[in-house]
């Protein structure tokens, strides 16, 4: 049986991972640079492109 504290975790985890898809999307991206849906991939990996993408804007912002 998962205890409560697993179950906050792969809340968080869930959570974490919809609103970064949903950013993602936002931005105008519709998958990973490897192909896959972002459905398809692991929050780290999520994570990694999100913020690649944010530095990407923070410095096309920084050269107007």
């Known amino acids: 049986m998962?205890?409560?504290?697993e179950k906050r975790k792969q809340r968080a985890?869930?959570?974490r991972k919809t609103y970064l898809i949903?950013?993602?999307y936002r931005?105008?991206?519709d998958k990973a640079r490897d192909g896959r849906k972002f459905e398809e991939?692991?929050?780290f990996a999520?994570?990694?492109?999100?913020?690649?993408?944010m530095c990407k804007a923070g410095k096309a912002f920084g050269e107007c």
């Not at 998962?2 to 504290?5: R, S, T």
């Not at 999520?46 to 993408?53: D, F, K, R, V």
């Open 2 to 5: 998962i205890d409560i504290a």
């Open 13 to 15: 985890i869930a959570d």
């Open 22 to 24: 949903n950013e993602l």
């Open 27 to 29: 931005m105008g991206l």
């Open 41 to 43: 991939c692991s929050l």
């Open 46 to 53: 999520l994570e990694h492109i999100y913020i690649a993408e």
